[in-house]
C-alpha cells in the first residue's frame, strides 16, 4: 500500500525565513516518483518538483530544495528566503503505475504555510 | 489557455439530486484523472482513463458516481442522488501517454460541490 505522511499541519514563517516541509512516505515499489505540488487559496494544484527513487543526488532550484533519503524514506522539501506569496498549502505525493502506464498519485494530508511579513 | 479546464467551479445543490461535472483536458494528454479533495486532506484518487477506456476505479467510487470519456477528449463524472458526504472539491488532472518515465499529471482548477 502506498502512503504519504505530511506531519506538520501548518507553519508560520516570517517573509525571508527558509523553511524546511517535511514528507514520510511508504510504497512497495521499486521504483517509484516523489512530487511536490503547491495549492494556492485559488485552489489548483501546481506542480513543483520530481524526484525519482533511483536517484538520490538533491538538486536546487531557484528558492526550492530538496532532500530525498531512500534509507528514512524521505523526501523534504525547502523554500529559501520565503516570500508572502509562497503562502499555500502544499502536497507531497507518491507515483504508483496503473494498468496501461497511466499512473496514481498517492497525497500526504498537506501542510499549510504561512509567510507573513 | 492550453491547460487542463473544468466546469463548473462552483456548484450548490440539494441531497438526492444528480450533478455532473466537465473536464477539458491538454489537447495532446491521452491520459485524464478525476481525485476527490475534502477540507483539510490531500487528493484522493477516483478513477483514470487511457483515451476512452476506463482502466481504473478506486473502491471511493461507489454506485452513485459515474464517468466518462466517450471519445477520448474530454470526460464528465456525474454523481447520482447527492449526499452531504460528496460536498468536496473534484479535481481532473491529465498526462502524457507513451514512454515517457515523468508523465506529470496537471491539474485543473477543480469544481468544489457543496451538497445541501
Known amino acids: 500500500a502506498q502512503k504519504v505522511t505530511q506531519a506538520q499541519t501548518e507553519i508560520s514563517v516570517v517573509e525571508k525565513e527558509d523553511v524546511t516541509l517535511d514528507c514520510v512516505y511508504e510504497t512497495r515499489d521499486t521504483t517509484y516518483y516523489l512530487f511536490w505540488y503547491k495549492q494556492p487559496p485559488s485552489g489548483e494544484l501546481v506542480f513543483l518538483i520530481r524526484?525519482?527513487?533511483?536517484?538520490?543526488q538533491n538538486e536546487i532550484s531557484g528558492r526550492y530544495s530538496w532532500n530525498f533519503q531512500k534509507s528514512t524514506s524521505s523526501f523534504n522539501f525547502t523554500i529559501t528566503a520565503s516570500q508572502v506569496v509562497d503562502s499555500a498549502v502544499y502536497f507531497c505525493?507518491?507515483?504508483?503505475?496503473?494498468?496501461?502506464?497511466?499512473?496514481?498519485?498517492?497525497f500526504g494530508t498537506g501542510t499549510q504555510l504561512k509567510v507573513e511579513l | 489557455d492550453t491547460g487542463v479546464s473544468q466546469d463548473p467551479r462552483h456548484k450548490i445543490t440539494k441531497r438526492g439530486q444528480n450533478v455532473t461535472f466537465r473536464c477539458d483536458p491538454i489537447s495532446e494528454h491521452n491520459r485524464l484523472y478525476w481525485y476527490r479533495q475534502t477540507l483539510g486532506q490531500g487528493p484522493e484518487f477516483l478513477t483514470y482513463?487511457?483515451?476512452?477506456?476506463?482502466?481504473?476505479k478506486s473502491r471511493l467510487l461507489s454506485d452513485r458516481f459515474s464517468a466518462e470519456r466517450p471519445k477520448g477528449s474530454f470526460s464528465t463524472l456525474e454523481i447520482q442522488r447527492t449526499e452531504q458526504g460528496d460536498s468536496a472539491m473534484y479535481l481532473c488532472?491529465?498526462?502524457?501517454?507513451?514512454?515517457?518515465?515523468?508523465?506529470?499529471?496537471?491539474f485543473g482548477p477543480g469544481t468544489r460541490l457543496t451538497v445541501l
Open positions: 524526484r525519482n527513487s533511483f536517484d538520490e
Open positions: 505525493a507518491l507515483r504508483h503505475i496503473l494498468t496501461g502506464g497511466g499512473n496514481k498519485l498517492t
Open positions: 488532472a491529465s498526462s502524457a501517454g507513451g514512454s515517457r518515465v515523468s508523465n506529470e499529471q496537471f
Open positions: 482513463f487511457q483515451n476512452e477506456a476506463q482502466l481504473e
